[in-house]
């Protein structure tokens, strides 16, 4: 069983501790051998995932079938190759579908139709306005814990449809992570000991993105000094804590790490711009980056973020 559930936490992304709480008298790998996938839910699937592993693959329904074959074969046949139905979203289609949605088409152009339909009933609007519902719930849950920067959740309609996405994205796998399940690596939290290179003797830090667990272990790995979370820099409205201070070739460098953010321009003169003024008058140099990795030291510092 042991091996069972190293085999699914890998295949999963999620760790053996919270697998031998949860699920430690669960069968976790497929009848092929390979470790069962998670559903959207958070439960173990049936299989791997694998078509041939389910369990109605290759069952014959030869009444299904003749019923398939029977209707393809005439000529009126609704499966008859290459027919279409019109009538599918027609102004007519949508007619119906507005009034047996309860809203008042009463003297509405066919114009007036097609707006309606875009902005009350087509999958993208129900799909936007649940998008919305997660990001304000998610919000007022995580802000604090996943230091997530300010989202206006009381007028979401001024951001543009691919900030809502990303938004969503990033609320969706918060919510897995938290229900132990996620896969998700951007706000990934992670208790890191045991280092070597940390000149404030920290003995653990509890990173709050896989980001920033990459980036330690890079110090580490390079034998390269570095602190976590220990400066702290007066702003105009209260304090900022960036990510990491490390020591290269007689250099300090404080390091902001971000995976994305919603209005770059609020957050530099809010909080970078005030380090950067820091930096200068404290012999350090300022750094920015959205890398989920350090590909090399030197193109880590060179990403130098400075006040024209």
Same mark, same amino acid.
């Given at each position: 069983?042991?091996?069972?559930?190293?085999?699914?936490?890998?295949?999963?992304?999620?760790?053996?501790?919270?697998?031998?709480?949860? %699920?430690? #008298? *669960?069968? !976790?790998?497929? +009848?092929?051998? /390979?470790?069962?996938?998670? $559903?959207?839910?958070?439960?173990?699937?049936?299989?791997?995932?694998?078509?041939?592993?389910?369990?109605?693959?290759?069952?014959?329904?030869?009444?299904?079938?003749?019923?398939?074959?029977?209707?393809?074969?005439?000529?009126?046949?609704?499966?008859?190759?290459?027919?279409?139905?019109?009538?599918?979203?027609?102004?007519? %289609?949508? #007619? *119906?579908? !507005?009034?047996? +949605?309860?809203? /008042?088409?009463?003297?509405? $152009?066919?114009?007036?139709?097609?707006?309606?339909?875009?902005?009350?009933?087509?999958?993208?609007?129900?799909?936007?306005?649940?998008?919305?519902?997660?990001?304000?719930?998610?919000?007022?849950?995580?802000?604090?814990?996943?230091?997530?920067?300010?989202?206006?959740?009381?007028?979401?309609?001024?951001?543009?449809?691919?900030?809502?996405?990303?938004?969503?994205?990033?609320?969706?796998?918060?919510?897995?992570?938290?229900?132990?399940?996620?896969?998700?690596?951007?706000?990934?939290?992670?208790?890191?000991?045991?280092?070597?290179?940390?000149?404030?003797?920290?003995?653990?830090?509890?990173?709050?993105?896989?980001?920033?667990?990459?980036?330690?272990?890079?110090?580490?790995?390079?034998?390269?000094?570095?602190?976590?979370?220990?400066?702290?820099?007066?702003?105009?409205?209260?304090?900022?804590?960036?990510?990491?201070?490390?020591?290269?070739?007689?250099?300090?460098?404080?390091?902001?790490?971000?995976?994305?953010?919603?209005?770059?321009?609020?957050?530099?003169?809010?909080?970078?711009?005030?380090?950067?003024?820091?930096?200068?008058?404290?012999?350090?140099?300022?750094?920015?980056?959205?890398?989920?990795?350090?590909?090399?030291?030197?193109?880590?510092?060179?990403?130098?973020?400075?006040?024209?």
């Amino acid at each position: 069983m042991n091996k069972d559930i190293e085999i699914f936490s890998l295949s999963n992304g999620i760790s053996q501790e919270v697998i031998q709480e949860k %699920w430690s #008298k *669960k069968n !976790l790998l497929c +009848k092929c051998g /390979d470790p069962k996938t998670l $559903t959207k839910s958070g439960r173990i699937a049936s299989t791997c995932g694998k078509k041939e592993c389910h369990s109605r693959f290759g069952v014959a329904r030869p009444g299904h079938s003749e019923f398939m074959k029977r209707n393809a074969s005439t000529i009126s046949g609704c499966f008859q190759k290459g027919k279409v139905n019109t009538f599918i979203n027609s102004v007519e %289609w949508k #007619k *119906k579908a !507005l009034t047996n +949605k309860g809203v /008042d088409i009463a003297n509405s $152009t066919d114009e007036d139709i097609e707006i309606l339909f875009k902005t009350q009933l087509s999958t993208n609007a129900k799909s936007l306005a649940a998008a919305k519902t997660i990001i304000a719930n998610g919000y007022v849950k995580w802000k604090e814990l996943y230091d997530i920067e300010d989202i206006d959740i009381e007028n979401l309609d001024k951001y543009s449809t691919e900030q809502i996405r990303v938004m969503k994205k990033v609320f969706q796998s918060i919510k897995s992570i938290e229900a132990g399940t996620g896969v998700a690596r951007r706000y990934k939290r992670t208790l890191m000991t045991g280092f070597k290179y940390n000149f404030e003797n920290q003995e653990s830090v509890f990173t709050r993105s896989s980001y920033e667990t990459t980036y330690i272990k890079f110090f580490e790995k390079n034998h390269i000094w570095w602190c976590y979370e220990t400066l702290r820099v007066r702003t105009p409205e209260s304090y900022y804590v960036p990510d990491i201070v490390f020591h290269y070739k007689g250099y300090k460098y404080i390091l902001e790490i971000k995976g994305f953010l919603l209005d770059e321009s609020k957050y530099f003169s809010s909080k970078i711009i005030p380090c950067i003024n820091y930096a200068n008058k404290n012999g350090y140099k300022m750094l920015f980056t959205y890398d989920p990795k350090i590909e090399t030291i030197e193109k880590l510092i060179s990403q130098e973020v400075t006040v024209d």
